[in-house]
């Protein structure tokens, strides 16, 4: 069973930054993709950046410019560089990671609560 630790959540005024973490351990395939997702109350759990074992990346518009996601593949833990944050970004935020041939998570961590507030 591949656990998801995340951390690095928290509370930061408009315009200030937060650097999320996203270890895998228990991993019982090759871990293909490493995306962020984050969910409001009431929403669907949205992408907002995934990056690919070769380091290719995909960002929602809603982040493009502000957000910056990478991986350490030797340790099997992605990050998400939040800066420039804003009121609308607040929400919980997910790890999920799956493999060639899946189409989308199949595993997820407990999700790290952010909020950008004055």
């Known amino acids: 069973q591949v656990q998801l630790v995340e951390s690095g959540g928290g509370l930061v005024q408009p315009g200030g930054s937060l650097r999320l973490s996203c270890a895998a351990s228990?991993?019982?395939?090759?871990?293909?993709?490493m995306a962020w997702y984050r969910q409001t109350p009431g929403n669907q759990r949205e992408l907002v950046a995934l990056?690919?074992?070769?380091?290719?990346?995909t960002y929602a518009n809603s982040v493009k410019g502000r957000f910056t996601i990478s991986r350490d593949n030797a340790k099997n833990t992605a990050y998400l560089q939040m800066n420039s944050l804003k009121v609308e970004d607040t929400a919980v935020y997910y790890c999920?990671?799956?493999?060639?041939?899946?189409?989308?998570?199949?595993?997820w961590g407990q999700g790290t609560q952010v909020t950008v507030s004055s």
């Open positions: 228990r991993t019982s395939f090759s871990i293909y993709f």
């Open positions: 999920g990671v799956w493999g060639l041939g899946m189409s989308g998570p199949g595993y």
């Open positions: 990056v690919n074992s070769l380091g290719i990346t």
